[in-house]
């Protein structure tokens, strides 16, 4: 993978300032597969006291972000399928990976999946980017 990109795609996830809010943090990052984490606090819970679907959509999101720029180029979403299977233990370190399983010219698709610490599948999604013909606007600042 290209350094460049790599760090420059951390830089910029690490000042995002919604994934500050969340407490997203990018853990890994190679062509095609990214790996963020989160902890679930009680910010996060809906009215049942159990994970918000959008903080775990958010953190499978945010791994689907990194994966689908990490080749340089600008990607962006143009369908997220998301399955909600489980709600985390209170406290719990969540992370999502995803992973590139097509590429063409135009467009991706990806698996991506988040668990908790413990190994228990929170929930599955099927994404797909329409990749532009442009380098990360970014980059150049670095």
């Given at each position: 993978?290209?350094?460049?990109?790599?760090?420059?795609?951390?830089?910029?996830?690490e000042k995002?300032?919604y994934?500050?809010?969340?407490?997203?943090?990018?853990?890994?990052?190679?062509?095609?597969?990214a790996?963020?984490?989160?902890?679930?606090?009680?910010?996060?819970e809906?009215?049942?006291?159990?994970?918000?679907?959008?903080?775990?959509f958010?953190?499978?999101?945010?791994?689907?972000?990194?994966?689908?720029?990490?080749?340089g180029?600008?990607?962006?979403?143009?369908?997220?399928?998301?399955?909600y299977?489980?709600?985390?233990?209170?406290?719990?370190?969540?992370?999502?990976?995803a992973?590139?399983i097509?590429?063409t010219r135009?467009?991706?698709?990806?698996?991506?999946r988040?668990?908790?610490d413990?190994?228990?599948?929170?929930?599955?999604?099927?994404?797909l980017?329409?990749?532009?013909?442009?380098?990360?606007?970014?980059l150049?600042?670095?």
């Amino acid at each position: 993978m290209d350094e460049k990109v790599k760090k420059a795609i951390f830089n910029r996830i690490e000042k995002e300032p919604y994934a500050g809010k969340l407490g997203l943090k990018l853990l890994q990052m190679q062509e095609g597969f990214a790996r963020v984490e989160m902890r679930f606090t009680g910010e996060l819970e809906n009215i049942f006291g159990m994970a918000h679907g959008g903080a775990i959509f958010s953190l499978m999101d945010a791994a689907f972000e990194v994966a689908s720029n990490s080749h340089g180029t600008m990607a962006v979403a143009l369908n997220m399928n998301i399955n909600y299977l489980a709600s985390p233990a209170k406290g719990a370190l969540l992370t999502a990976e995803a992973r590139e399983i097509h590429k063409t010219r135009r467009t991706a698709t990806y698996d991506i999946r988040a668990t908790e610490d413990s190994g228990k599948l929170l929930a599955t999604c099927q994404a797909l980017v329409y990749r532009l013909d442009k380098p990360l606007p970014f980059l150049e600042k670095q």
